[in-house]
């Protein structure tokens, strides 16, 4: 069974996710990466095999057009059983057209997949985390989209050089035409969806995000924000956690100022541990929290991050 | 400009959602309009307004409480308002919603051309964000999704959509369907006119067979996917709460430490 996985690349460079993506989809099948965009570097060509693909299959254009890119992975996925995404806005748009064509069955923000009885079977978090939910699909074929962090990236016990193969693919007329694209300059560091940290701040932090910054950087993680901090101009949008900016599933948050409204929550509560730092005692972002303090993040992160630099000096 | 908006009842965020038997267990009382959905509305009437004449239709797909979603959208001025209701509807996945959707779009198309279809850009309890461009698909219109701007001159709509690695300006010819997401605009809130207006103005029902879809083509039974399994996830244990009184950045330090996350 050959389960195809869509790559994510910035710059030619793979992201974390695809890894991961390419882990999940060697426990399920034969796995095959699909790479939309100018031909991957050799570099990148042996990453993916090193992480087990088999084949790469190249559709070398700039498809920005959602319709354009739903045909090329459908052309490059055409045997596959299931392919797996990761789960971002536009792949959801990409496999949303793959899936009308193709009669295959949809589940996204997924954190697992796994093969039973000749279904693919999910898990995902929904309802902000609170449930866990088990989806089967019933169409023979499946797509996927599935949420970084949520799979450990392993390189293969065997690994092979893939096949590098690269396919034409007659691409429609779309309705849509792209008449501009103004590029956003690529996180410093870590990007945020991927980040095993995240340190956030909102409006509690007044703008100055000189602590938050400095823990994230000590803990080696990225800088997340609630949706006042970023309307405020205090941090640019790719910043934003939340059901309506990017959902995070770290092994740690931190949420410095930051009040817990649902909207946040649903983006942040399946992440592995939370910690809270807040001066009002019954923000709800206490109630998910594992560790919480109730006290100005202007004085707890200074003793926070001094204390965590100490310990590490001595050991 | 005639415009359609879709609009869906969702349980209140607040609220104890909860599943049944694999499907999301429906409470009359605790349920509203989408609350992006109100973005959606907002846009449509700024763009009536702003051609000074035209129609706002308000949609939804949906049970019986579901109504309350387009009477929200008449509170807030929309022209008419139409509920999908039908038993066989029930536990529709993506597809089959947005099958259903598209022929009550056809519909009220058939009577007048339509301009445009704006939607949320998710709805905060499935949260896929599928529909819109399966919508666009089913009805071969354009697509212009996720858009924090939304223009429309001379048969053509533009937006800019805001991507992790660029702004794009993506336009495409009328008849178009535009999700919306909340920074597009600022929804208004209803007045004591239009609510009282809202509670006169009739909700037109239609079923499945009003608009022309089979019933064995949607719902539970041709979803492409199930839910076999729903539980609570069990609350986070051994929760800690320290007040600040000068030690508890050094205490918060310490259990990142002894957690191995710091
Ligand atoms: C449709 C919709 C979608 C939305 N989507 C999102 C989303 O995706 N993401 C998102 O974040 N929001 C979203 N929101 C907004 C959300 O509802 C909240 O308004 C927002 O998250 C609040 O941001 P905040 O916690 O920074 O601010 P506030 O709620 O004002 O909280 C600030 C907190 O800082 C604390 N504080 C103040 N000073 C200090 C100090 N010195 N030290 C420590 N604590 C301090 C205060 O006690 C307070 O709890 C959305 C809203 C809507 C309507
Ligand atoms: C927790 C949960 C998980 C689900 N997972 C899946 C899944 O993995 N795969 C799958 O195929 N289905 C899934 N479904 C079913 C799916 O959510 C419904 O079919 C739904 O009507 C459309 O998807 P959405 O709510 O995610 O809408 P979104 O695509 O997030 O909604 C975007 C916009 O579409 C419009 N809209 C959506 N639904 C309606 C409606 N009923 N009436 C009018 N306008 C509407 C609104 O304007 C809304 O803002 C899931 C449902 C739930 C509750």
Redesign the pocket.
């Known amino acids: 069974m050959i389960a195809a996985v869509l790559v994510e690349h910035r710059d030619g460079v793979v992201a974390q996710p695809s890894l991961e993506a390419l882990t999940l989809a060697r426990s399920v099948g034969v796995p095959v990466a699909v790479w939309l965009g100018a031909s991957p570097s050799a570099e990148a060509v042996a990453l993916l095999g090193q992480y087990g693909a088999t084949d790469v299959r190249v559709v070398d254009a700039e498809l920005r057009v959602v319709a354009h890119a739903a045909d090329a992975l459908r052309a490059a996925s055409d045997d596959a059983e299931l392919v797996l995404v990761v789960s971002t806005f536009v792949n959801k748009e990409i496999v949303t057209r793959m899936a009308l064509a193709t009669g295959a069955g949809v589940v996204v923000d997924a954190a697992g997949a796994e093969r039973i009885d000749g279904h693919i079977e999910t898990t995902q978090t929904v309802f902000a985390a609170t449930w866990n939910v088990r989806t089967r699909i019933n169409t023979e074929r499946a797509i996927v989209a599935i949420r970084p962090n949520t799979t450990t990236a392993k390189v293969a016990d065997e690994r092979t050089a893939p096949t590098v193969t690269t396919l034409a693919v007659a691409l429609p007329t779309a309705r849509e035409a792209i008449v501009d694209i103004a590029r956003v300059a690529p996180p410093e560091g870590i990007p945020l969806a991927e980040a095993p940290v995240v340190v956030s701040?909102?409006?509690?932090?007044?703008g100055d995000y000189t602590l938050v910054r400095d823990l994230a950087d000590l803990l080696g993680g990225a800088v997340g924000?609630?949706?006042?901090?970023t309307d405020e101009g205090w941090i640019s949008h790719e910043h934003?956690?939340?059901?309506?900016?990017t959902t995070v599933t770290p092994a740690l948050y931190v949420a410095?100022?930051?009040?817990?409204?649902?909207?946040?929550r649903?983006?942040m509560q399946a992440s592995g541990t939370i910690v809270a730092?807040?001066?009002?005692p019954d923000?709800p972002?206490f109630d998910i929290a594992d560790f919480g303090v109730v006290?100005?993040?202007?004085d707890?992160l200074p003793q926070a991050i001094e204390r965590i630099k100490a310990h590490r000096a001595a050991s | 400009m005639r415009v359609l908006v879709a609009v869906k009842f969702v349980p209140d965020l607040q609220s104890q959602r909860s599943f049944t038997d694999g499907l999301v267990t429906r409470v009359a009382e605790d349920g509203s309009m989408n609350?992006?959905d109100?973005?959606a509305v907002e846009a449509a009437l700024q763009l009536v307004e702003a051609q000074g004449d035209g129609e706002v239709y308000a949609l939804t797909v949906g049970g019986p409480d579901a109504v309350a979603a387009v009477r929200k959208a008449l509170q807030l001025g929309a022209t008419y308002a139409i509920h999908v209701n039908d038993g066989a509807i029930a536990g529709s996945d993506v597809f089959g919603t947005a099958a259903v959707l598209a022929a009550a779009i056809r519909k009220v198309n058939a009577e007048a051309p339509l301009d445009l279809v704006i939607t949320g850009m998710a709805a905060?309890d499935g949260l896929t964000s599928m529909l819109p461009t399966a919508l666009a698909v089913e009805l071969g219109w354009s697509q212009l999704t996720f858009a924090s701007k939304l223009e429309v001159a001379a048969g053509e709509a533009t937006i800019v959509r805001h991507l992790p690695d660029a702004y794009e300006t993506v336009a495409a010819p009328l008849p178009a369907v535009v999700s919306v997401t909340?920074e597009a605009n600022k929804p208004r809130y209803p007045n004591f006119k239009l609510i009282m207006a809202a509670r006169t103005k009739p909700v037109t029902v239609w079923t499945l067979a009003d608009i022309g879809v089979d019933p064995a083509s949607v719902g539970a039974a041709a979803s492409r996917t199930t839910v076999i399994d729903a539980s609570p996830r069990p609350p986070r244990a051994d929760r800690t709460i320290v007040t600040d009184t000068g030690e508890a950045g050094t205490a918060l330090a310490d259990f990142l430490i002894g957690r191995g996350l710091a």
């Not at chain 1, 701040?201 to 007044?206: A, E, F, L, P, S």
């Not at chain 1, 924000?225 to 901090?229: E, G, M, V």
């Open positions: 701040g909102g409006r509690g932090t007044g924000a609630s949706r006042d901090a934003m956690v939340g059901q309506t900016g410095c100022g930051i009040s817990g409204a649902v909207h946040h649903g983006g730092v807040n001066m009002d923000a972002i006290g100005s993040l202007f707890v | 609350e992006l109100e973005n905060l909340d």
